[in-house]
Nanobody, 122 residues
């Protein structure tokens, strides 16, 4: 049972990038899937969450209107499309999953993927 995040890279400010989070050994049915990020010297921040129950999504204010979380259940993959990127979006991005009825913060997540680095240059 694992998650694999990918798609990070170096992008210019104002650019776009799409991250992928692929599940293996399980399906997303009954899970909340979230994207977190952690910049150097900062706390890990939950930036978006998707409910597999009803497809509802939530976003942190810092990314609302710029990032979109969505899933392809046929591929057991959740994506994070990031647009209008800013230098302050530079961080290691992680995906995580929780089997339950709400989307917890990082301490409550059950399954974590390894991070993928996103660097936004000005």
């Amino acid at each position: 049972v694992q998650l694999q995040a990918s798609g990070g890279g170096l992008v210019l400010a104002g650019g776009s990038l799409t991250l992928s989070c692929a599940a293996s050994g399980f399906t997303f049915d009954g899970y909340y899937i979230a994207w977190f990020r952690q910049a150097p010297g900062k706390e890990r921040e939950k930036i978006s969450c998707l409910s597999s129950y009803v497809g509802s999504t939530t976003y942190a204010d810092s990314v609302k209107g710029r990032f979109v979380i969505f899933s392809d259940n046929t591929k057991s993959t959740v994506y994070l499309r990031m647009s209008s990127l800013k230098p302050e979006d530079t961080a290691v991005y992680y995906c995580a999953a929780y089997r339950g009825t709400w989307c917890p913060d990082s301490s409550g997540m059950d399954i974590w993927g390894k991070g993928t680095q996103v660097t936004v240059s000005s």
